[in-house]
């Protein structure tokens, strides 16, 4: 059942913050959906888009801070934002950190006690998707998925173990190597233990190396040159290479001057959903 939080009207549409128990994760759980003009006028063929967010955002993030709506209601594309990790789970020491717990699933299925209890946010991903297609006007065959930093790791993964279920993909900023960086590595021991051969499956980079162009209309990444977490963590040139292996089109913009946070985000949003509205046409 979903509990309705609050609810915003907004450019013709509207925004809306849910709440609902989740079976994936065992404890309830919250997103917030923008339903475009067309959506709310009995149009039941609107293409879905979900966005996963980064470290420490929750499902309000990105519908406050990255100016989508105006373009989403033109496009008539809802938009749908999960929260970025459980909450509530009364893990000891889930808030020590700010890259690892409360705030960073990393959007994967932890094997290891205690978070195997309730950090299975890849599970809730795909229980997510079947939740707005059951209760809202979204078109099952029309549905794509991108997010930043963390949330463009889980966006490329989720995508590329479900290209079935996804039909578009793009990221801005993401942890595209997460086995060679110290987020990915701290998050990966953590949740997964320390077989590093169980990594690769939530490693965009390993899992595009096993596969022959899964998305034939290409994914879009935007990077920011002024980013201070390329270097060490984001590895984008890793995955460009492994695309470039698999024949996987890539289209790759560097641009100079941004860094990683929202002003980035904001500045190339409208793209990213033309983008998408391109292919889930």
Known sequence: ??????????????????????????????????????????????????????????EET???????????????????????????????????????GVGAGFYLDATQEPWSRHYKMHSYLLELRELVLAEFPADASR???????????????TALRRPDLFRSVSAFAPIANPTHCPWGKKAFEGYLGANQTEWRAYDATELISGMRAPFPEGILIDQGLADKFLGEQLHPEAFEEACRAAGQPLELRRHQGYDHGYFFISSFIEDHLRFHAKRLR
């Open 1 to 58: 059942m979903l509990e309705l939080l609050n609810e915003h009207g907004c450019f013709g549409g509207r925004l809306c913050f849910y709440q609902h128990d989740s079976h994936a994760i065992g404890l309830p759980m919250r997103f917030s959906i923008y339903l475009p003009p067309q959506a709310a006028s009995g149009d039941w063929n609107c293409p879905a888009l979900f966005y996963l967010a980064g470290l420490t955002c929750t």
């Open 62 to 100: 990105f519908m406050i801070k990255a100016g989508a709506q105006r373009v989403a209601a033109e496009l008539g594309m809802i938009l749908i934002a999960p929260d970025t990790s459980p909450r509530g789970a009364n893990i000891a020491g889930e808030t020590n950190s700010w890259d690892f």
């Open 143 to 157: 549905v794509g998925i991108f997010g930043h930093s963390m949330g463009g790791h889980g966006a490329l993964v």
